[in-house]
């Protein structure tokens, strides 16, 4: 338990001298958050589509109900925060879904128009 608390003591001590000028201790960095874009009923069905996903898969994926995809495609609601950067990452990333695949696609899986499982899905 001491080793804990002397290095705790030893880094707010740093802190301390660096933010009284005494000796700059510590690097500093200026970091700009991009502000949240906000997608359009086109924006997010291109995006869904572009991954080749169902709406039922795309709201999986997503985290959200079917229903919350639909009013996004139908332009009633839009995507909160969290969302547009989820889909922000999916614009800028096209393989995001393939590196992060919370939804796979089955070797049987055939969507509505029979197409089969694109290279954004992992296939089992």
Request: one cysteine or more.
């Amino acid at each position: 338990m001491g080793n804990v608390y002397d290095s705790i003591m030893a880094g707010l001590a740093e802190a301390i001298v660096d933010a009284e000028g005494q000796k700059p201790a510590l690097r500093r960095r200026m970091v700009t958050v991009m502000p949240v874009k906000k997608y359009g009923a086109d924006e997010v069905q291109n995006i869904r589509k572009g991954t080749g996903m169902s709406q039922k898969l795309f709201a999986d994926y997503m985290g959200v109900s079917v229903k919350t995809v639909e009013a996004w495609e139908a332009g009633t609601n839009q995507p909160s925060g969290t969302a547009s950067r989820i889909l922000n990452m999916m614009e800028m990333n096209p393989n995001l879904t393939a590196e992060f695949p919370f939804v796979k696609c089955s070797k049987e899986y055939a969507g509505a128009n029979g197409e089969p499982c694109n290279q954004n899905q992992i296939m089992l």
